[in-house]
């Protein structure tokens, strides 16, 4: 450590920073970079000779700086007996420094006792010494006294180091000190003060749900299933999110967004003095409000200074950027240093190209550097390859380690094979644990046992926290209920979340409440669509066929009848047989009755009795008696009462006039 005497004017101007005992070379090191800015290296040897002889002449400021040069450069042999003897004629930071020099040679009580005698003089480096000293050896009130002694004379070190004492003992006041730290330059200070600010605004009371959280996390995207309520469902592969670190959480909740922006601040000077998680953080907060090239920049940069996380957020960034091949550089230095979330990238990777053996590699690497969702993932690729026996280990491995999701999964699996009872305790666990996906399966489940009033508590559950089916199971519900105005919420949200079968039926929901339509006015201008049409074109977009087959009937009512026959025609192909019969209609109005032909003949085959009665009729009207009179058992057969009875009545006529 080095301090200047008066005649520099930069008296005990070290930045003696006790981070850990264990690390004194590090801490003399640091402490001696800022000795007289006057020596530059030009002049390096002259002015210390000349320090030597003023020394040698008994100048007690004079040994108080040649023992700190020295004691800069490692010779303590020759910085102590100039220190002591500068220590000797009351120079404060001689005692200082010799402190330091004693510390390092491993007499950490002697130096105290300097420490003391350069503290009471009002030295605030070694108060601050001092206290680090006191708390290393777990005399907290000792270490406050001489720690806030240091800090109340503006020591960046000893405040923070207050700061630190207070925040283990969650001392509202440590912020306090964190600020003034960081004030001064403490770039340490600063990324713990931003890590306290940004903790406080995204707190859940002042966050609401859907804030940001630069906690560590994943990216994880669950596997969507069909419309409705058709079997378990479990998430994809997970990867990773930047990380956090530890702060300050004082009282109070100021504004959110003034809080981040505050937070941002001090992030920014953190980075730019090198702090590589501050970096990390910034990035993280960059990437959340949508500024990717700063964000990147910002990652690089703690990337390049060694910091995992952000090579590994940075191989995102280039991944959602189409750069593949960067990103799985970025993720292989992560992997390398140990980011487990990194191997799980890469195992990813690999596995949506095919390699199969090298995803897993990187899945167990990950797994191996203690990500839970290595095993996972290693279910996952399992069970994708068919090797269910080796996916429930995986799926067992990682749900005891309460990897929700995989325990999910491992319901799932068992579940499949016939174990019900065995799945529901896992489908419990993870739901309890927060997955969606599980209380929605557990909505399933109650459901096929016919105790639909569990189902729907778990349903509503899932609902709750944005499933989709699950909100669309309760909309349902809500339905059969008579609710309409629960249904309709719930279907809105179903919808809006992408489900065709709820966005049909909210549509239906909307279409009931419409008036009926009057007689068409000539000349009248053409009414806009309908909230429940545009609902009903959405579905339809989406395949729905029964969607389809009612925009195409609202087509035809508008008299657009190229538009209506394209609806028929799409839901016709994908199966319908209201739509065949309907493209039927429409194209025997429009003269083509060979092709409406072939479409009631399919509609009447998939059990449309309307259509086999049209084609008993087309029968009958060629002479085709005989092929008439099996179209209208047809009809009679399928139904409804009223086609029956005419297909009845028309057979009847056909046999008379067979017979005639």
Sequence with gaps: MVFMGDRATLLETGRFVQR????????????????????????????EAGHRRAAENGDAAAMSVLGALLLRRGDLDGAEPYLRGATAEGDRAAANNLGVLLHQRGYPDEAAGWWRVAAVAGSAPAAHALGRHHRERGDEPAAEYWLRQSAEQGHALGAYALADLLEHRSDVGAERWLRAAAEQGHREAAYRLALALERRATEPAARGPHAYDTGTGLRTSAAEGAPGATGPRTAAPAEAAAGTGEGTVPPGNPSPTKGLAEAEQWFRQAAARGHRRAALHLGALLEKRGE???????????????????????????????????????????????????????????????EQQTAERWY???????????????????????????????????????????????????????????????????????????????????????????????????????????????????????????????LRCAAGGGSAEAAFRLATVLDARRPAPGPPVLGAPREEKSECEEWYERAAEQGHRRAQVRVGMLAAGRGDVAEAARWYREAAEAGSRNGAFNLGLLLAREGGEREAALWWTRAARAGHGRAALRLALLAARRGELTEGRRWCARAVELGPAEVAERAARLSEALHQELTA
């Design 20 to 47: 850990h005992a264990r690390n004194a070379a590090d801490e003399i090191i640091e402490a001696a970079g800022a000795v007289d800015a006057a020596l530059d290296t030009t002049a390096d040897h002259e002015t």
């Design 364 to 490: 167990r690497a990950a797994m191996d550097a203690g990500d839970v969702n290595g095993a996972y993932n290693l279910g996952l690729l399992c069970a994708a390859q068919e090797r269910t026996a080796q996916a429930e280990q995986w799926y067992r491995r990682a749900a005891y380690a309460g990897h929700r999701e995989a325990a999910n999964a491992l319901a799932v699996l068992l579940l499949q094979a016939g174990d019900a009872g065995g799945a529901e305790p896992w489908f419990s666990k993870a739901a309890e644990a927060g997955s969606v996906d599980a209380a929605f399966n557990l909505g399933i489940l109650h459901a096929g046992r016919d105790d639909d009033r569990t189902a729907l508590t778990w349903y509503e559950r899932a609902a709750a926290a944005g499933h989709t089916e699950a909100a669309l199971q309760v909309g349902i519900a809500a339905l059969r209920d008579g609710d309409e105005q629960a249904a309709e919420r719930h």
């Design 292 to 354: 990717l090239k700063e964000a990147g920049r910002w990652y690089l940069t703690s990337a390049k200074d060694g910091e995992a996380k952000a090579a590994c957020a940075l191989g995102f960034l280039l991944r959602d950027a189409g750069d593949e091949e960067s990103a799985a550089v970025w993720w292989l230095r992560a992997a390398q240093d140990g980011d487990g979330n990194a191997a799980n990238a890469l195992g990813a990777l690999h596995a949506a190209r095919g």
